[in-house]
C-alpha cells in the first residue's frame, strides 16, 4: 500500500541577489532586519509544507511568529500585511487563508521535479504553461540538481546565472528604449505606482530618468522625509540636489563618476535638509534623540 506523497522540502534556495529585489528592499527600509527575518520564517514554514502553508487563524500565526523571533505581534501584523501588499505573498490566496505566492510556487515545482506528486491543484497559483515552461528551460536543468531530500548546485551554476543575466539586462535595455522613445527619461503618467512630487521634479529635471530599478526605493524614501522633516526645507534641499548634480553630471568632489545613485541622491538630500534646518528644528529634533535613546 503507497503512503502520502512527499510535500515538504528540506530546504530551499534564495537568490544571492536577494537584496537587489524591489520588494525586499522596500520591506527592509520599512521594516529593517525584522522584516526580513519574518519574511525568512515564512518561507521556511511555507517550504516546509509544500506550495502552501494553509492557515487558519491569523492571531495563531503572529503569536508563533513573535514567540520565535522575539518581535511584538503588532509589529509581526503590521510585517505581514506589508508583505502582503507588496506581493512577496499572494494576497487573494491569503485572504482564502493561505501564505503562498506564484514565485513560490515556481521554485517549489522545480525542486520536486524528481516526485511523482509535484504540486496540488489546492490554491495552485501556476498555470500549465508555468509548469511546462520550467521543465523545458535547460538553465534550470544546468543550475541545480535535486535529490529525494535535498538540493545540489552544480559547478556549471555561475555560468549559468551569468547567462540568465546578461539576457536579463538585454531585454531590461531593450524595455527602457521602449519606454523612453529616445527622449532621455520616462513619461511620469506610465510609472505604475503613485508618484511623491518630488520624484516628479528629480525626473522633470533630468536627474533621474524614472526606469532606474531602485526606482520605487527612492520614491519610498522621498515620501519618508517629506512625512517626518518640514516641507521648505525638504523643498530647498531637493532643489540644491539638483542643481548640484546638473553641474557636476554626477560625478563627486574628486571628479569620479557616482556609481551607486540611490543611496548617493538619499544622503546628499538629507545633508542638505539637515544644512537648511532652523536651529529651532535641530533642538526640537536632538531633544526628541535624547528622550528616545537616554531616558
Not at 530546504?11 to 529593517?32: A, I
Not at 500585511?81 to 506564484?102: N, R
Not at 525638504?234 to 569620479?256: C, F, L, P
Request: aromatic share 12%; hydrophobic share 35%; net charge neutral.
Amino acid at each position: 500500500m503507497a503512503g502520502k506523497p512527499k510535500l515538504g522540502l528540506e530546504f530551499f534556495s534564495v537568490d544571492v541577489d536577494m537584496n537587489r529585489n524591489m520588494k525586499v528592499r522596500r520591506l527592509m527600509r520599512e521594516y529593517g532586519t525584522e522584516g526580513y527575518t519574518i519574511l525568512m520564517f515564512l518561507l521556511s514554514w511555507v517550504y516546509e509544507k509544500g506550495q502552501f502553508w494553509r492557515y487558519d487563524n491569523i492571531e495563531d500565526v503572529i503569536f508563533g511568529l513573535s514567540e520565535s523571533t522575539i518581535v511584538s505581534e503588532e509589529r509581526i501584523k503590521q510585517i505581514i500585511d506589508f508583505l502582503v501588499e507588496v506581493g512577496l505573498f499572494d494576497k487573494a490566496s491569503f485572504d482564502q487563508g493561505y501564505f503562498t505566492s506564484h514565485e513560490i510556487q515556481r521554485r517549489y515545482y522545480y525542486a520536486t521535479k524528481r516526485r511523482k506528486v509535484r504540486i496540488l491543484k489546492e490554491c495552485c497559483l501556476l498555470s500549465q504553461e508555468d509548469m511546462n515552461l520550467i521543465d523545458s528551460k535547460s538553465e534550470y536543468n544546468d543550475s541545480i540538481l535535486v535529490g529525494k531530500d535535498t538540493i545540489h548546485v552544480n559547478k556549471d551554476d555561475m555560468d549559468v546565472n551569468k547567462h540568465r543575466q546578461s539576457n536579463s539586462n538585454s531585454k531590461r535595455k531593450k524595455d527602457k528604449g521602449m519606454i523612453n522613445h529616445d527622449i532621455g527619461s520616462v513619461d511620469p503618467a506610465t510609472i505604475p505606482f503613485k508618484l511623491n512630487y518630488y520624484l516628479l521634479i528629480l525626473i522633470k529635471n533630468n536627474v533621474v530618468t524614472g526606469t532606474e530599478e531602485w526606482i520605487t526605493v527612492l520614491n519610498d524614501y522621498l515620501y519618508t522625509v517629506t512625512n517626518k522633516r518640514n516641507k521648505d526645507d525638504v523643498r530647498k534641499a531637493i532643489y540644491y540636489t539638483i542643481k548640484r548634480i546638473n553641474h557636476k553630471q554626477w560625478k563627486d568632489e574628486h571628479g569620479y563618476e557616482i556609481t551607486n545613485r540611490e543611496p548617493y541622491l538619499e544622503s546628499a538630500i538629507n545633508s542638505n535638509i539637515e544644512y537648511n534646518e532652523s536651529s529651532l528644528d535641530r533642538l526640537e529634533r536632538m531633544k526628541n534623540y535624547n528622550n528616545i535613546f537616554f531616558d
